[in-house]
């Protein structure tokens, strides 16, 4: 629970640091749903988040292992992995198509926690400019789901992507969009999302060549 509050308030050093504990601690204890819960945490929120091969090659091999050993009815769980897995290979250069089959099974699922981390991983997964037009609707999606489903730190992040979106292709609501998404990432203190509003700030200030 520390773990998971950490990473909805975006300290993800912190948030890190405690799954891994929880992971290691419930592998001892053979706990299988902690193991795979702290695995789907360890992930964080962004693909490609541990830099250093050697802990990206741990954690990977830790979720995949809970993948395996979790039985059939941990359904969301699965689904969980499976994104998480589907988009980390596709930041490796893998196929998309298993990304938008993960995003299919967690539409299934019932569960908001899946369908909101298969949007935002689906989402990342699709970050060349080729998708641009295609991501808008995953982003909106996810606001729209995160919000019904209470999921504050979920709708952050479809308003994070969304503004993305909308610089992107050159939208001229990014700018408001942007503006919400900074005002709403600072309500909750969220680091690592007003991280991302502070890049958008840099930008446009360069833009305007300043």
Known sequence: EWARAALLCGRLAEARSRFE???????????????????????????????????????LALQRAALADLPEHEGALRCRLRARLAAEDAYDGAPLEPVEDALAAARTTGDPDALTEALSLCHHAMLGPEHVHHRLGLADEL??????????????????????????????????????????????????????AEVFDVMLLIRAGR
């Open 21 to 59: 504990r929880a992971a290691r601690v419930a592998q001892m204890e053979g706990d299988r749903r902690v193991v795979a819960e702290a695995a789907i945490g360890l992930g964080g929120v962004w693909v490609n988040e541990h830099r250093s091969r050697v802990e990206r090659g741990w954690v």
């Open 143 to 196: 606001v729209a789901v995160a919000s019904a489903a209470g999921r504050g730190t979920a709708a952050l992040m479809g308003l994070c992507w969304r503004t993305v979106d909308l610089f992107h292709l050159g939208e001229p609501a990014a700018l408001q969009a942007h503006e919400e998404l900074r005002q709403r990432a600072d309500a909750p203190a969220c680091r690592s999302l007003l991280y991302v």
